[in-house]
C-alpha cells in the first residue's frame, strides 16, 4: 500500500527557510491531493496546502505568503518550502494524501517529522 | 475559515463505556465531514469519512452521524486500543480545518 516518508533539517534558524520533502512509496503522484499539515501544541492541526500531480496548488491563506509546494514525479516526491520562519513555526509537519470529492479524507500520513525553529 | 469546536475537550471512560464526542461547525457544512484518531508520537489515523462512512479496516464500534453544523462520533464498548485523541475535519471548504480534539482517557 502506499506509504509516505517526511525528510529534511530538524533545526532552522528564525528568518531562514524550512525545507521539507515527502517520499512516496507504494504507488505514484497521480490523482490526488498531495497535502502538508503540521501539528504544535499552540495551534493544533493546521492544514498548509496541497499540490495536485500537475502542479497545482492551493495554500492556506495564513501560510500563502511564505509557502510553496512543489512536485517531482519523477522522484516520486513533492516538498515544501516555509520562508521566513518564526518560533510559531515549530511544528511536527506531516505529509498526507488527500482522496478529494464527496468521500474526501486525508489517507495515509507520513510519520511526521518534528521541526524546531531556534537559533 | 469554518471554525471546528469539539467537546468535551477530555473525556474520562471505563473499558466497555459507550463514548460520545461532538464536532460542531461555525457555519453548515452539509456532510463534509472526516473523524481521525491519534496516538501519542503517531500520525492521525482516519475512521470515519462524510460525516458516517466508515473507513474499510476501522472497528464497527466506532460510528458517526449528524449533518449541517452537528456531527458526533460514537465508540461503542470501548477498548483499551481506543484510549487516544479524536479529531473532526471539515472539507466543506478550504482551508481544510480540524477540531481542538477530544483526548480519551482511562477512568
Known amino acids: 500500500q502506499v506509504q509516505l516518508q517526511e525528510s529534511g533539517p530538524g533545526l532552522v534558524k528564525p528568518s531562514e527557510t524550512l525545507s521539507l520533502t515527502c517520499t512516496v512509496s507504494?504507488?505514484?503522484?497521480?490523482?490526488?491531493?498531495w497535502t502538508w499539515i503540521r501539528q504544535s501544541p499552540g495551534k493544533g492541526l493546521e492544514w498548509i496546502g496541497y499540490?495536485?500531480?500537475?502542479?497545482?496548488?492551493n495554500y492556506n491563506p495564513s501560510l500563502k505568503s511564505r509557502v510553496t509546494i512543489s512536485v517531482d514525479t519523477s522522484k516520486n516526491q513533492f516538498s515544501l518550502k516555509l520562508t521566513s520562519v518564526t518560533a510559531a513555526d515549530t511544528a511536527i509537519y506531516y505529509c498526507?494524501?488527500?482522496?478529494?470529492?464527496?468521500?474526501?479524507?486525508?489517507?495515509?500520513w507520513g510519520q511526521g517529522t518534528l521541526v524546531t525553529v531556534s537559533s | 475559515d469554518i471554525q471546528m469546536t469539539q467537546s468535551p475537550s477530555t473525556l474520562s471512560a471505563s473499558i466497555g463505556d459507550r463514548v460520545t464526542i461532538t464536532c460542531r461547525a461555525s457555519?453548515?457544512?452539509?456532510?463534509?465531514l472526516a473523524w481521525y484518531q491519534q496516538k501519542p508520537g503517531k500520525a492521525p489515523k482516519v475512521l470515519i469519512y462524510?460525516?458516517?462512512s466508515l473507513k474499510g479496516g476501522v472497528s464497527s464500534r466506532f460510528s458517526g452521524s449528524g449533518s449541517g453544523t452537528e456531527f458526533t462520533l460514537t465508540i461503542r464498548s470501548l477498548q483499551p486500543d481506543d484510549f487516544a485523541t479524536y479529531y473532526c475535519?471539515?472539507?466543506?471548504?478550504?482551508?481544510?480545518?480540524f477540531g481542538g480534539g477530544t483526548k480519551v482517557e482511562i477512568k
Open positions: 507504494g504507488g505514484f503522484i497521480s490523482s490526488y491531493y
Open positions: 499540490i495536485y500531480y500537475s502542479g497545482s496548488t
Open positions: 457555519q453548515s457544512i452539509s456532510s463534509w
Open positions: 462524510k460525516a458516517s
Open positions: 498526507a494524501r488527500e482522496e478529494y470529492g464527496d468521500y474526501s479524507h486525508l489517507d495515509p
Open positions: 475535519q471539515q472539507y466543506k471548504t478550504y482551508p481544510l480545518t
